[in-house]
């Protein structure tokens, strides 16, 4: 209904512009022609102006559809495109937090034993650095246990 407000002064202001042109006309035309009744014939092909207001008034309204519709395909193409971008950014979205659920299942299946304790999840991701941690600090790496360890290679 919103494209319907600018068309409705359009197609108001054209009926009154005909009926106006055509009373005004069929005035006119029968004042000369009143006395003479042979020639009502006359009359009716007097009126072949009008049609070509008429067929004026047609061929505008088509150029007035032509540009409504042109208007119209553009705002779609717009709200497709944007669709398209909306579609887009929820694929990515959904992705996205399909892998961040899939690495949390991960993490809570993840399991590590040190003696006679377990841990679970990111525990047991701690308990590993703290053990690797230790290890690090008993055991320096030096210029020697490098190049040693170099020369296995």
């Known amino acids: ?4 407000k600018p068309v409705l002064p359009f197609l108001l202001g054209s009926i009154v512009f005909v009926l106006v042109i055509g009373v005004i006309y069929w005035i ?8 003479c009744l042979p020639n009502m014939g006359l009359f009716g092909d007097s009126f072949g102006a009008l049609n070509a207001i ?12 032509m540009i409504l519709q042109k208007d119209e395909i553009q705002k ?10 909306d579609a887009s950014n929820d694929r990515f979205t959904n992705s996205f937090f399909n892998i ?29 650095v703290t053990v690797v941690d230790s290890f690090a600090q008993n055991f320096p790496i030096t210029l020697e246990t490098k190049a040693i360890y170099e020369s296995k290679k």
Request: glycine content about 6%; overall charge positive.
């Open 76 to 85: 779609q193409e717009e709200s497709n495109r944007q669709e398209r971008l």
């Open 100 to 128: 961040l659920s899939i690495q949390s299942r991960q993490l809570e299946n993840l399991g590590y034993y040190k003696r006679y304790s377990k841990f679970y999840g990111q525990f047991s991701i701690l308990s590993l």
């Open 28 to 35: 006119v035309v029968d004042s000369f022609l009143q006395s």
């Open 1 to 4: 209904m919103k494209t319907l």
């Open 54 to 65: 008429f067929t004026g008034l047609a061929f505008a309204g088509v150029i007035y559809t």
